[in-house]
């Protein structure tokens, strides 16, 4: 059974910093590219980064120099490091894997406010 399980969510100021984590289980972990997806209250999701099992990064413009996407294969694990956080940040932010198919966490609740 596959699992993605991200935490590391939390209320957080703006310009404060936060730590996504996904862990995942079920699947070959290295093969699958990773991506970090958000949804705000009354948006559609979007993609906010990605990396490739040969760990090329891509980034959504208003994130980047902001968020560094980042992988452990030996952990299974995939990271989501957010800097200089923004009102504009505030999501629920998800983790998905994709290879020959795709998988999805539950989402982890992102709020910046003072």
């Known amino acids: 059974q596959v699992q993605l399980v991200e935490s590391g969510g939390a209320l957080v100021q703006p310009g404060g910093s936060l730590r996504l984590s996904c862990a995942a289980s079920g699947i070959i972990f290295s093969i699958y590219a990773m991506n970090w997806y958000r949804q705000a209250p009354g948006k559609q999701r979007e993609l906010v980064a990605t990396?490739?099992?040969?760990?090329?990064?891509t980034y959504e413009d208003s994130v980047k120099g902001r968020f560094t996407i980042s992988r452990d294969n030996a952990k299974n694990t995939m990271y989501l490091q957010m800097n200089s956080l923004k009102p504009e940040d505030t999501a629920v932010y998800f983790c998905?894997?994709?290879?020959?198919?795709?998988?999805w966490g539950q989402g982890t609740q992102v709020t910046v406010s003072s």
């Open positions: 998905n894997a994709q290879h020959s198919r795709g998988y």
């Open positions: 990396i490739t099992p040969g760990g090329t990064k």
